[in-house]
């Protein structure tokens, strides 16, 4: 496969995966973890699939390329810390809202020494979210700002963009998709301010050759700036299931204090819990897996230029 090709077929394939995150985005409930885990999938698979298209375009040793990849693995790397610090503040929340269920089992009607036990874990559950809004907030204030999470402009000539049998363009387009993609993963698992947070400026594609891509990255980023605007947002932590969760643990702490049958809500609260903690189970895996991909993609593309 010559340079030219090896880049079409990098395109279509960014393409055909913003498309079908567009699809999964409608099918899914706003901001789920299901829908946040594969948006991470896609953002590893780019990853990946760059990497690879290097070994191809056979691009020359000690030149500026290597500088500009090893930049952009660089901020995919601690992004992936933000997102793993922020997954992480969930486990808190999710373990004193396990505790809750465990007390509750087995008791459908609460005598009054149980209730006020009952509302006392509540309350304990309710300063938790308290704490996880709190704490990503701070972390969203403190490190998000340095990834450089906006459109980049092509500020370059046509023979510039083309250097490097076209790689330059390729990690344009990398760079742009990169950071839709972590910013729906923030937005959903670290912090959104709804009224900022997606504001990422204009994307033009360079060339013809990728046209697709840029009309595909651009309706999902108006996908979801619409659904932010339609929902009306609050800023905060956006995945769904925690959201279901705070609802759930309301609904179960009016019950408590009416006095009334609490075992329905008690199954709502265990489901939405139980969804959460094994789906931040499976992003802090899934991060730990992509951390390992950028060191090893890192290391092929140093001993690739070493050897040559």
Request: negative net charge; aromatic residues 8%.
């Amino acid at each position: 496969m010559n340079h030219s090709s090896s880049i079409t077929a990098f395109f279509n394939f960014l393409t055909n995966e913003l498309d079908n995150l567009d699809h999964l985005f409608l099918s899914h409930n706003f901001m789920s973890i299901n829908f946040l885990q594969h948006v991470l999938s896609s953002l590893r698979s780019f990853h990946s699939h760059l990497t690879l298209l290097v070994h191809n375009l056979q691009l020359p040793v000690g030149e500026k390329w290597l500088d500009e990849y090893m930049d952009e693995t660089s901020r995919l790397w601690e992004a992936c810390h933000v997102l793993k610090a922020g997954v992480s503040t969930m486990e808190n929340y999710c373990s004193s809202g396990a505790n809750l269920a465990s007390l509750l089992d087995d008791h459908r009607i609460l005598d009054g020494q149980l209730s006020a036990q009952v509302i006392r874990a509540i309350n304990g559950c309710e300063r938790e979210m308290v704490a996880l809004q709190q704490e990503n907030k701070s972390i969203a204030e403190i490190k998000v700002q340095t990834l450089s999470l906006e459109f980049k402009e092509n500020v370059l000539s046509e023979s510039k963009f083309n250097k490097y049998n076209g790689f330059r363009e390729v990690l344009y387009a990398m760079r742009n998709v990169s950071t839709l993609l972590l910013v729906i993963l923030l937005g959903g698992l670290v912090y959104c301010w709804p009224q900022t947070s997606f504001h990422l400026g204009d994307y033009e594609g360079a060339s013809a050759s990728n046209s697709k891509f840029v009309v595909s990255t651009a309706n999902l980023h108006q996908r979801i700036v619409n659904a932010i605007s339609h929902l009306k947002s609050q800023p905060g932590v956006l995945v769904f299931e925690l959201q279901k969760s705070r609802f759930a643990l309301d609904e179960l702490k009016m019950e408590v204090e009416e006095k009334t049958d609490i075992g329905d809500k008690i199954h709502n609260l265990k489901s939405w819990l139980g969804v959460l903690q094994c789906g931040a189970e499976g992003i802090i895996g899934q991060l730990d897996d992509f951390f390992d991909e950028i060191v090893e993609g890192r290391k092929r593309l140093l001993d690739m230029c070493s050897h040559r």
